[in-house]
């Protein structure tokens, strides 16, 4: 009998809920998404957020949102005033668990922003608990070290009482509104052995589904079911704009397969609330390589994400701490998302975590250049080729997984794959072919 302390121990020990296998999840900034920024609003666009085939829908932190070091005129949602409150910018409790209502009743679920690490600075917690919070050297109230982020002060973890109230707020919202998760803020600022036992006792209410803003493998064992590629976005960013070769991709997919647990899921993106104010729109970040970045971001493992406003073609940078609606209009982006989305979602090896399959790299003649991959189980095949450089690129392949007959999925024209198959890609083009 072979000896316990040399069996391997599972690398993920929670279960995602069964409608994440081929989710896609959709950011909804509040604020933003309509003239009247409120949730009522934003539920009667939720048909159209399904039509996309979106599953999950991220709500911006709905919480109030403090006066004391306001930045802009509204503020940020991420200086949270009370954790046991709607916005009332945003509309109510009832308007909440109608949103969660309507979106349930599409077949979509809800997760909420959450802002465990630090508060706005008139939080009522200031008053009733103000032990609860770090310091700094002088002993007062401090924003996270190093960050301009002024408009709020740090929370210890060490203090067991504000463990307990963090979650029983966590709580409140999957009871009181039916929510279905969290996306948890600057997750990896925050213990995680809070994190793992908040899930737990949300557990205990009904299956959810966690997002970590953080990039770390130990995330995923008992706490969250997803986490972001910020480097798989940095690195496509430094692709697009001709400051790295797909040589430097391939240490972000190293990485993702080999440290990161198999049921890991990572959170694909070209754009998020973060980028789009700070950094840039799609547009700019990613040019004439951003439909290759969004085949990438679906076809490749993980779980694409969509900003709002990106099916909309929207080009400006939304503004963050002022009212700045989204320009919704007819654009060829919800296309191009919704065929992308529907393929995911038919294609079992496509899907999310371990339900998926691995990609399996494919080498060719401009190994630099050109991205090339196949994912494939019992049910599905799909092979994946992507210009990511600014210059036509012919490559062939030889042996590998891609031998066999296709169809072109943007096409439709069937193709037989062989050692001999070439291939003549434009600049910044891609095939994407399902096994027939």
């Known amino acids: 009998m072979t000896d316990p302390r040399y069996l391997p121990a599972p690398e993920v020990e929670l279960t995602h809920p069964e409608w994440s296998k081929a989710a896609t999840i959709y950011q909804l900034n509040t604020r933003q998404f309509s003239p009247e920024g409120t949730l009522r609003a934003a539920a009667q666009q939720l048909p159209r957020i399904r039509d996309l085939g979106v599953d999950i829908v991220w709500l911006m932190p709905i919480n109030p949102i403090g ?24 509309g109510t409790l009832e308007d909440l668990k109608d949103f969660v209502a309507q979106a349930h009743s599409l077949g979509m679920y809800v997760i909420l922003d959450w802002v465990a690490n630090h508060t706005a600075w008139d939080n009522v917690l200031v008053t009733e608990h103000p032990n609860w919070y770090s310091r700094d050297w002088r002993g007062e109230f401090t924003p996270t070290p190093w960050w301009d982020w002024d408009d709020i002060i740090d929370l210890d973890y060490a203090v067991p009482e504000l463990r307990e109230y963090m979650t029983r707020a966590m709580l409140h919202f999957v009871r009181e509104a039916d929510i279905d998760g969290y996306r948890c803020d600057v997750a990896g600022f925050v213990p995680n052995d809070f994190w793992e036992n908040a899930r737990r006792e949300m557990e205990e209410i ?78 700019e970040m990613f040019g004439d390589a951003l439909n290759a970045a969004i085949v990438l971001s679906v076809i490749g493992e993980g779980m694409p994400l969509i900003y709002n406003g990106q099916e909309a073609g929207n080009e400006k940078r939304l503004e963050f701490f002022d009212k700045d609606p989204i320009v919704w209009r007819e654009h060829p982006m919800a296309d191009f998302y919704r065929n992308l989305f529907a393929l995911k979602k038919a294609q079992t090896c496509l899907w999310n975590g371990a339900w998926g399959a691995r990609m399996v790299n494919v080498r060719n003649t401009a190994y630099k250049q050109v991205l090339s991959f196949v994912r494939q189980d019992p049910q599905s095949r799909v092979f994946c080729v992507l210009n990511l450089s600014d210059t036509e690129q012919h490559v062939t392949f030889g042996p590998g997984p891609h031998h066999g007959q296709w169809r072109e999925h943007f096409s439709g024209n069937e193709l037989a794959v062989d050692a001999e198959t070439s291939l003549t890609l434009p600049p910044w083009g891609y095939r994407v072919f399902v096994g027939v």
């Open 67 to 90: 006066q004391v070091n306001r930045k802009g005129s509204l503020g940020s949602p991420y200086a949270v005033q009370d954790y046991f409150a709607v916005n009332p910018e945003l």
């Open 206 to 283: 009904k299956p959810v589904f966690l997002l970590a803003e953080w990039e770390a493998r130990d995330l995923h064992t008992r706490a969250f079911d997803m986490s972001y590629a910020w480097s798989w976005n940095e690195t496509m960013h430094d692709i697009a704009n001709g400051k790295a070769d797909v040589e430097t991709l391939y240490v972000y997919y190293a990485w993702n397969a080999k440290a990161y647990p198999r049921d890991a899921i990572r959170m694909m993106f070209v754009s998020n609330h973060d980028k789009n104010s700070w950094d840039g729109t799609e547009y």
